[in-house]
């Protein structure tokens, strides 16, 4: 009795799993049950929907199970009708219905929709702050709410991209707008799952405003300076306090996720292993305490073998660990990196991004083909 109640408790808790993760095994996909899941990005949204119709036939006969699709871009969201953010500007000129219509259609053909918050933590973008002054409809009003340097200065500013303004990941009025936005996106359409990004702190010189000093300073009784010495008893603490800054975020967001969404995959874009303490993105623990169904490590570099083995020590080889390969270094590094963790037995793989994939997918299905000898 007790043998056979045993093995129905494994059998439920498989269910259970396969639900949640997405892992359905269909006539396209890797007999193993390897999960393919891949981003499309707002570049994609701007296509005609016979391109993304095709583009999601293709998806689906090279074995992928499952399509991100940006909904949080530049300050805006990709949805109409939103109470939040007002909808992305160039999409509502081009198909304001867009999103819903390729939800629908990604499940019309077996495979798994997920809305993708790729701007997470980032409020707006901007190619020039002197000619558009706004930090986004959200930091506009709240501008408490906004990372800063420790310089005062409230923007990260790359040479080739432009401005980010971001919001203080610490700020207990951060998480609640953006678990607010991210519930109405869930019940805007029929998404399967959420997929967050950039949880994270924008970089090491964030964030220094009036919220994170005085929370600092009653968390660990120590004054937020920009710079501690290496190794000090002051880094350690501002290290450990970053990063429970944003596992609080996906703490909450998940019990209010599993509540309102029951049997919804939530997964999360996460940093590379080297990227953890700038970032401020204690991914591994959010695994280890069940915040997420599944993490998409960022692994976009020409050799990937050093970041897997980190990953393998530090979680095993745990089945929650989907991994992030970039398509846009080409169809030979894209076969040997996939290769590679097949060989090391990992779950699956998630593919940066929809329009590099598509230039090297019909070489990649050829390859897989003559690999198997069909």
């Known amino acids: 009795m007790n043998l056979m109640k045993a093995a129905m408790m494994v059998a439920v ?53 499952r399509v991100a699709i940006a909904t949080q871009v530049r300050g805006y969201t990709a949805l109409p009708d939103s109470k939040i953010l007002p909808q992305w500007p160039d999409l509502k000129a081009h198909d304001e219905k867009i999103v819903s219509w390729l939800v629908d259609e990604t499940q019309k053909r ?25 930090r986004g409809v959200i930091l506009d009003k709240n501008p408490e709410m906004t990372a800063m340097t420790a310089d005062g200065k409230p923007y990260h500013h790359d ?34 799952g959420l997929n967050l990004d950039r949880i ?10 009036d919220h ?40 909450k967001l998940s019990e209010k996720f599993r509540k309102d969404h029951p049997g919804k995959m939530l997964s999360s874009a996460v940093v590379s292993p080297d990227l953890i303490e700038e970032k401020g993105q204690d991914w591994p623990t959010w695994i280890e305490k069940g915040y997420v169904d599944a993490v998409m490590p960022m692994l976009y570099g020409n050799t990937i073998d050093t970041w897997v083995a980190w990953i393998i020590k530090r979680l095993g080889n745990d089945d929650k660990v989907f991994y992030g390969i970039d ?25 940066w991004e929809g329009g590099s994939l598509g230039k090297i997918l ?7 083909k003559e690999k198997s000898g069909k």
């Open 13 to 65: 808790s498989a269910l259970v799993a396969t639900t949640a993760l997405g892992k359905e095994t269909s006539a396209t996909a890797a007999g193993n049950g390897e999960f393919r899941g891949v981003w499309l990005t707002r570049e994609q949204l701007m296509e005609s929907r016979e391109a993304l119709g095709t583009r999601l036939d293709k998806l689906r006969d090279a074995g992928f199970q």
């Open 212 to 251: 994170c000093k005085e929370a600092f300073k009653k968390e660990t009784g120590y004054e937020l300076k920009a710079q501690f010495p290496k190794g000090s008893g002051e880094a350690k603490a501002m290290s450990k306090w970053r990063s429970a800054q944003t596992g609080e975020f996906v703490r």
């Open 327 to 351: 398509a846009g270094q080409g169809m030979p590094t894209f076969a040997r990196q996939v290769d590679k963790l097949r060989s090391v037995g990992a779950p699956g793989f998630m593919v």
């Open 362 to 368: 019909d070489q990649w299905t050829t390859y897989e």
């Open 159 to 192: 040479p080739k991209l432009g401005y980010f303004y971001a919001f203080c990941p610490s700020n207990p009025k951060t998480h609640e707008v953006l678990i607010s936005l991210y519930d109405e996106m869930m019940n805007q359409a029929p998404f399967d």
């Open 110 to 134: 077996g495979m798994k929709a997920d809305s993708w918050t790729e701007y997470g933590f980032y409020a707006y973008w901007t190619p020039d702050k002197e000619k558009d002054p706004s």
């Open 200 to 209: 994270r702190f924008t970089s090491d010189s964030f964030c220094y405003c």
